[in-house]
């Protein structure tokens, strides 16, 4: 899926005419692989299976990106904000380097930035991964996602 065919809710992007920075929020993946089948998750905390992993971690992760999502919405309108599938490769790693590449970054750089946005959950602004696979407490990303498109507004 590319972020044009997502819904509305799910990008967000620049006024016409508005200089514009990219952040993608690259989220947990959204459906479980591992003891699923035709009869769902097999494993939970309360079958006879027992202590298996419920994957509430992950849906721990996926609220944090919700949390970065919205406060990132609220300040900063005009960033263009993608919320992407880890997966999603076809898409995510061409969208990291142009933007990487546009801003500045060199061959090695933009690799190794691309290499990092492929965990599930990372943050990349205009192109570069600031965090991958571990995020520290959500005021700490809104904060250091501002601060990154501050530095590029006042280049």
């Known amino acids: 899926m590319s972020p044009t065919s997502l819904p509305a809710h799910a990008r967000r992007g620049p006024r ?29 905390c309360h079958t006879e299976l027992g202590k298996a992993a419920d994957f509430s971690h992950s849906r721990a992760r996926m609220e944090q990106v919700g949390e970065i999502y919205r ?33 500045g970054l060199g061959v090695g750089a933009t690799l190794r930035s691309m290499a990092r946005a492929g965990a599930p959950i990372a943050v990349v602004v205009d192109g570069e991964t600031l965090f991958s ?22 280049a």
């Open 71 to 103: 406060a990132l919405a609220e300040a900063a309108p005009d960033l263009d904000l993608v919320v992407a599938d880890p997966r999603n490769f076809v898409w995510l790693y061409p969208a990291i380097w142009r933007a990487a590449r546009k801003n």
């Open 16 to 44: 016409a005419g508005v200089r514009s920075h990219q952040a993608i929020l690259v989220r947990e993946q959204d459906s479980q692989h591992s003891g699923s089948g035709c009869c769902g998750r097999l494993g939970e």
């Open 133 to 154: 696979g571990r995020l520290p407490e959500s005021r700490t990303v809104v904060n250091a996602v501002l601060d990154r498109v501050a530095l590029r507004f006042d």
